[in-house]
């Protein structure tokens, strides 16, 4: 197979080392693209929003002071799935419900900081949380739902 100019190897191989140099020069506006479909890569995920419960709210100022320094208990529910999370200083103890197999990640404004996988009973244990908002995504071979951000 012989193609114009390429009578050698030597000048093909040099043809074909200037088109992939070409290649590498990705225009920005690619490149923000890509960027911005890779945002949009988790839309269909469900929000959970804090809709049942949060400790911190259901008590007064004094109590409050006491809860800070004790356990935080959370409930985020989505239709037809709950997570109950309880945050201490030793790290996050939770339960989805109903149970099914699947993973829970630990997610900040900087991204995954922990994930682990659910138990039979729907149960996982984290490591403390960084301070600052957080939230949770729970994935499933058939969904992935993420709570609503939440400073612990």
């Given at each position: ?85 309880e945050v201490t200083e030793a790290g996050v103890a939770g ?32 490591g403390p949380p960084p301070p600052g908002p957080v939230r ?17």
């Open positions: 197979m012989s193609g114009p100019g390429w009578e050698s190897d030597e000048v093909l191989l040099r043809e074909l080392t200037e088109a992939l140099a070409e290649a590498r020069d990705l225009p920005p506006e690619f490149a923000e693209a890509g960027r911005a479909a890779y945002t949009w890569r988790t839309v269909d995920a469900e929000l959970m929003l804090l809709t049942s419960y949060d400790s911190i709210l259901d008590t007064d100022l004094a109590a409050r002071a006491r809860a800070a320094l004790t356990a935080r208990q959370l409930v985020f529910d989505a239709e037809g799935i709950s997570v109950q999370v339960q989805v419900l109903p149970t099914f197999p699947g993973r829970v990640v630990l997610l900040t404004a900087n991204g995954p900081v922990e994930d682990t996988d659910l138990d039979e009973l729907g149960c996982f244990l984290l949770f995504r729970i994935e499933t071979d058939n969904t992935t739902v993420v709570t609503d951000w939440v400073c612990v």
